[in-house]
């Protein structure tokens, strides 16, 4: 059986879910009223009803992000919740907090969110056996360990292909608990990984002012599909709840192409996971939508720097260096490519993001709203594409059709029309009319033909029609089109009558957890979540970060990401050019935020702690 593999898009809505559905997603998540980790991007019951309906016509799927830790007073509101969302159709919840599975709840799929930190094959395997029919995978890891933990258990497996990334482990960054009491593990990240910070060492110099020091670039993963598809990877998840709708079908339609060229090569052994081919009037390009610039992150290892220092915002698409200044313009390589209303985006001489707008572009040259001084040779980017956005907004930008076949016969009554869809599904209407020969006896078959070919807004394609009547016989165009649209519609009925979704009842388990004790990193919340892990064995839980803070002296982020490695100061990979070590403690300070940098270089790893934590330093 040939093995499905899927691109899974973000709905921040209705509106974007639809959208991407349309430009190929073969399934999207999307929050529901409550208890997603991006608060900001919450759904009614209604609309993920209708989201629902709308991707099943295309056998695509519908999962709901349930994944903040619960409280116990939250519980309750929670499980009836779940039953809602199973009530209107949803194919499955994105889970962190494991009281869910000490829910009376009916038997809908759960996958493991990453916010649960998935990065070790032994807990991936207990998760499988706890009932998770899909764990989403770290962003950390490399291809050697993604096929380690695939070969441990034959559950499905998740892993990020685009978009922004978390520079924490997930699930375990409580930087905004600790400055605000903001709760990344209950939606509401504060993103203070994105501030300026001066890097200051253990002598009190300071030796980087004002830069977004804990900023990383954007993922893009997409020309390792292949390997990771080798790996155990299933389904390729792009980041972006909280991103436009341009960002939400650029990114869709170019791994929809991408992936696509990948099956049509090897399509003895996979396939695409849902129905239906796209058309497209715009040429998709990541960085032509949000982006910070790029990075594989680990997934080849660590061999490159990955911060994006100079701004967290979009630096978008790379045009080409400033020329000269020309009176009130700039002459910029490839400025050709520049349209009237283009925001650039350029580091000025302070090192800091800096940007224009393009009041006119024309005879090679680029008239700014405001005239900056840019000096020549500086790289200029363009992070607001105005021809692009205005393409790719328009909602025929993006079609998806159904592939279908249309049979024209005849009855002892009249006539029949058979519509027979890509997937297998049949409908037919019969209409009562007289057989009556055509004027001269000719055949009109082909304007029959090119009227049931008029699918217009509906989800079809008709790639082939057949006509088989004894005689040439007459009937009103209005009567085709009226069939036409009648077995279409019943098509269309017939398709959401016949999906299937997947169900599976949730067995409470006693299979032992391979750790005995907990800290506070596992965020355990609530009560049920703590005899989850009891009866798996565990014998001593720490309460979740945010019922025990200890003001100042508390560890806030664990991180793949370091800053010695940006700095080239890493004893492991810069030691032939490492030079004079830093003297540490590292600190980052903001305004009145300050920061303790901790390094342990045997799991290659770097720790942010408040400023009035001690901790012993390493020898490298």
């Given amino acids: 059986m040939k093995k499905k593999i899927e691109i899974l898009a973000p709905a921040k809505d209705l509106i974007q879910g639809i959208a991407a559905i349309n430009s190929g997603a073969d399934a999207v998540y999307i929050g529901a009223p409550q208890f997603g980790a991006r608060s900001n991007a919450t759904n009614s019951i209604e609309d993920v009803a209708e989201l629902v309906k709308y991707a099943h016509l295309f056998y695509a799927q519908v999962f709901v992000v349930i994944n903040t830790i619960l409280y116990d007073n939250e519980l309750e509101t929670c499980r009836k919740m779940i039953w809602d969302l199973y009530a209107i159709g949803v194919d499955a919840l994105i889970i962190q907090d494991m009281a869910i599975l000490e829910m009376d709840l009916p038997p809908i799929i759960l996958h493991a969110s990453t916010q649960a930190n998935n990065r070790d094959p032994k807990k991936i395997k207990f998760l499988k056996d706890a009932g998770m029919k899909r764990v989403v995978l770290a962003r950390e890891l490399n291809l050697h360990q993604i096929k380690e933990i695939s070969e441990a258990s034959d559950v499905e497996l998740e892993f990020f292909v685009t978009g922004a990334l978390c520079v924490s482990f997930s699930g375990n960054c409580y930087m905004s608990v600790a400055n605000g009491e903001r709760s990344a593990n209950r939606g509401s990240c504060a993103q203070n990984c994105r501030l300026p910070y001066n890097l200051i060492d253990g002598n009190g110099a300071t030796l980087i002012k004002n830069s ?300 032992p957890y391979p750790e005995e004790k907990l800290d506070f990193m596992y965020n355990v919340a609530n009560k049920s979540a703590r005899k989850f892990y009891e009866r798996h064995g565990v014998t001593e839980i720490e309460k979740a970060f945010e019922l025990q803070w200890d003001p100042g002296k508390s560890r806030v982020m664990t991180t793949k990401y370091c800053i010695k490695y940006e700095l080239e100061k890493c004893p492991k990979y810069h030691k032939d050019t490492l030079g004079v070590k830093v003297k540490e403690p590292l600190v980052l300070k903001q305004g009145e935020l300050e920061y303790k940098l901790k390094f342990n270089c045997k799991p290659c790893e770097m720790e942010i702690w408040e400023k009035d934590a001690e901790f012993e330093i390493e020898e490298d």
């Fill in 212 to 511: 977004h020091l804990l900023s990383i670039k954007d993922f893009d993963v997409s020309d390792q599909i292949p390997n990771l598809i080798e790996a155990g990877i299933c389904s390729f998840k792009i980041e972006g709840r909280l991103k436009d709708i341009v960002y939400v079908k650029n990114n869709v339609s170019y791994l929809r192409q991408k992936l696509d060229s990948f099956l049509e090569v090897n399509s003895e052994k996979y396939t695409k996971a849902s129905s239906g081919n796209c058309t497209f009037t715009f040429d998709s390009s990541l960085d032509r939508s949000f982006n910070r610039g790029y990075t594989d992150y680990f997934v080849n290892e660590r061999h490159q720097s990955i911060g994006s220092w100079e701004s967290p915002k979009s630096k978008g698409q790379y045009i080409g260096k400033l020329i000269q200044t020309i009176g009130n313009s700039y002459e910029i390589e490839n400025g050709n490519l520049l349209n009237n209303g283009d925001g650039l985006c350029f580091i000025n001489e302070n090192n800091e993001a800096d940007g224009i707008y393009v009041n006119r572009a024309e005879n090679g040259l680029v008239y700014p709203n405001v005239l900056k001084e840019i000096k020549n040779g500086t790289f200029i980017y363009r992070n607001n594409d105005a021809a692009f956005i205005k393409i790719v907004e328009r909602e025929d930008s993006a079609v998806r059709k159904i592939s279908a076949t249309l049979l024209l016969s005849e009855n002892e009554k009249g006539f029949e029309l058979t519509a027979t869809d890509e997937d297998g599904n049949v409908s037919s209407i019969t209409i009562d009319h007289p057989k009556e020969p055509t004027k001269n006896n000719e055949s009109i078959e082909e304007n029959f033909k090119i009227n049931l070919a008029k699918t217009g807004f509906t989800p079809y394609s008709i790639n082939e029609i057949t006509i088989q009547f004894s005689g040439n016989w007459f009937l009103p165009i209005s009567k085709i089109n009226e069939m036409r649209r009648t077995v279409l519609d019943k098509l269309t009925e017939t398709r959401l009558a016949n999906y299937h979704r997947e169900e599976r009842p949730i067995v409470k388990t006693s299979h």
